[in-house]
């Protein structure tokens, strides 16, 4: 450090992006909140080329590059294909949620591709990949995907 | 040896206020798929994707990979480039490279932007130094205002000069089907518009916007293949050159001048009124369309009002800027200079249907952004030496 | 095509809180330590192309903060948002593109100044995956179970990797994080998110990097040693995880394959001779490794037990410490680039490693490693 600067303390400034956002879902994604809300339902959209049904829902198939134009139901049960368990209330972590919190990647059945969500009504350490779950709905639904509360354990 | 570069298909999106029926991706994908259609290419056929936009104005960070289901980019080589406003032409310039350097036969191009998604003048805020522009500066008009205010008391310009530019824009506006404000309008409406930073009125500034357009450029090795008369980019430059507003020449745009000077001077071109065809600008106001053409060179400071007024830029005009109505008819940030950089090739080769402006040999496409920044392409529709 | 090399690296030290240093100041460290490492100055450059993140940094057009900084003012220039081997990528093909002939590269980040579970949270999906909460952290601990789960791979074996990585930084003056450490103080470490402990993750880091490409007409004038970019290649995944293989990595296995290709290489097993990798978490050094064919899938912690990726290994990885050491987000992968430049010419001091002809550089987009950049760069031409 240059002697000029020698015995200043360096300010911080503290700060804050504050920008709001409202992201449209677009027509392909309302269509999945709204079976899902109004008829706790999960759908999926099915590519007409290769046939695989993507959750979350997609609007054209990334691979084959054309629109997906199908749609079916998937199972409100899957499979645990990996997961993750917070120790620490990382600051991404809802309020509502404490830790531990874990987050499993999970196949629905009939579908092709896993989506992100809650694990709960289970211990970490019973956590196991390949375990079999179900989802467990939301008393009030909003049309988001917290309408699922969690998803836990097939008995 | 580095290749020579050619555009061989654009596409765009229908360009709107508000796109609720689709999200990012699947904005993205239209435009993509447009691209494709018109360069009859399939996904398989590209080698690279580069893709931009402006993150706080969709709040998405890298969205490079977040997009790839709609931009085809899974299994590719993706980069995003972004440098604000200019961010759609430094991305066209970003191609040129790539493609130029030899690595890549195909590279597809996007610029998007949903601009409804947030509060656009809170996110560009954001855009100036926290600790000393930030505190006292809001938004883009402020410094658009400056600009205007300066010039205007350099030389002489009125309000009234500056409206004949947006009434320009609008009027050639109607002949694109794909901006976003399609109704002409009179001097006497720009000038009754409510005033929001002193000169400029509401009718002088650009829209917000919902958009995305996308562009695919091939080496020399298979352009004419795919495209009989492909756009052949010619240079490009850029400058962003300032930091801090106060460090601008305010009234004049510097870093047009530069590389405006740079470009032309590669290409070969002396008289740029008279050897240029067409211009699409990046001008997000109407004063830019006085100002920025004398620093670009077209004509010498303080004649842009003239030269406008006399219908000189109009379609028709000796030198037609802005047919596709430019940014004043439509502004999806991200997207904008790639738009120009397409419209630009879409003169080139001939398919600017209702827009075209004839035998368009030499064509110019810009970028503004930043902090008083520009980025340029010179496009021509013979191959370079 | 023609060749490039990188003719002048320079560095600031990696630190947790640069509270003295702005972007800038960073910015103008790197850069004229960049010049002095290539006998150049400012004037020699022709463009320049700056990497930053405009949510990392906090400021929209974030290039704005390091422009002047970085010498480009009145110069061609453009920023890469992403990791620094992105934007080195992308000075690459400007030199190779018959515009320009030198070509300045930089990357910064200052961790110290944000929330980076906030800032990765916000990578994903807005509509389907953001408010669940996740973040880096524990995105890449349902990686890390998915590829244990699959190899058989203990947290142990993980521990391994920062065990050797903070061991290396005790000789690397730019680290954060020089640590003699054992295997038993990383499992003792604070859990975050299982399986992954606190010394199985990278820390918050500040910290600049530069590096100059240049054309190979020009790669001989100045005073430095050229190291020649003999392969590069990048490829992206898709997005949402479960559209993946969490346990595998399908795009570094491309990359790499690609990159090889342009190099020539046939054996990289035989032929690379030093690897500096995105090691953001432990287990992702082996993992990497293995996608880039360097140990077979499941296999790279026995080799790594057995030595053989030490500084004075037969394979040496991350001599420098890696990202474990020190992960200066933005600028992380052109560190990557810088060290094994610095390797090749003999030139990286106390971490030298012996006899290095051939070294991989790699870097690191978005989640899980979604996207990877890899770089090999030669002694010779």
Redesign the interface.
Known sequence: ?ADQ?QGIE?M?YQ?K?NVP?S?W?GDT?TRFFVALRDEKKIIATKCGACGKV???PRKTC?LCFTANTEWVDVSDEGTV????????Q?????QD?KVP?I?G?I?LDGAD??????LDEVK?EDVI?GMRVKAVFSETRKG???DISHFKPVK | ???RVAIVGTGQTFHKSHRPDV?GQELINEAVQRALADANLTMKDINAILI?N???F?????V??????GSG????????????GTTGA?LA??G???V????FEKVLIIGWEKNSESDTTG??T?????IWDRQVFAGAISGLAAEAQAYMARYGASDRDAARVSVRDRKHAMNNPHAQLRKEISLEDVLASPMLADPIHLLDVCPRTDGACAVIMASEDTAEKICPNPDWIWG??????Y?YLGDCDWGRLTSME?VAKEIFKKAGIKEPRKELDVIEMYQPYSFAGLIWIEDMGIVGHGEGPQYVADGNTDMGGELPINPSGGVIACNPIGATGLIRCAEAAMQVMGKADARQVPDVNYAVSTGF???MWTDMLLHGKKKPN | ??RAAIIGVGMTKIEKSK??ETFADMAWEAVNKALADAGMSIDDIDNVVTTS???WD????S???V??ASG???????????DGT?GA??G????????YKTTLVTGHSKGSQC?S?????????????R?????M???C???A??YM?RTGLRPEDMAMVSVKNHGNALKNPMAQLPMNITVSDVIKS?????PLHKLDCSPVSDGCCAVIIAHESVATKFKQKPVWIRG????????????RD??RS??LV?AAKNAYKMAGIKDPKKEIDIVELYDAFTYQELLWLEEMGLADYGKAAKLLEAGEFNINGPLPVNPSGGLLSGHPVIAAGLYRIAEVVMQLRGDAGEHQVKKAKTGIAHGV???CG??HCVWILDKER
């Open positions: 450090m600067f360096p911080v700060s992006i956002y992201w879902a994604a993507f959750m979350p990334p294909l990996t997961f993750s368990v917070a120790r620490r990382l600051a991404a972590i809802p949620r919190v987050w990647l196949k591709t896993a989506i992100l969500h809650y970490p990949i988001t995907i917290r | 040896m580095a290749k999200n931009g402006m993150d706080h969709e709040g998405i960070n890298y490079d990979c977040w997009s790839v289901d980019g899974v299994m590719k080589p993706v980069i995003k480039i972004t440098t604000g430094s310039v970003g040129y490279h790539m130029g350097s030899g690595m996110a560009i954001t855009a100036f130094d926290p490009t430059g850029a400058r962003h050159s930091a530069r952004g930043g902090c | 095509m023609d509270v003295r993140s405009d949510f906090g400021r929209t057009i290039c704005m903060a422009g002047d480009a003012a009145d110069k061609n220039t453009s920023c890469v948002e992403g992105y990528f992308y690459y093909t400007r030199a190779l593109s018959g515009s929330i579970s906030l800032i990765t949270n916000a990578s994903f999906d807005p509509i389907c995956e408010g669940l909460g996740m973040d952290i524990t995105a601990a349902m990686q179970n998915a789960n604070e859990m975050i998110a299982d590069l290649s990048l490829c992206t995944d898709s997005f949402f995880f479960g559209d969490l346990a399908n795009a491309e987009n978005g989640l979604q996207s």
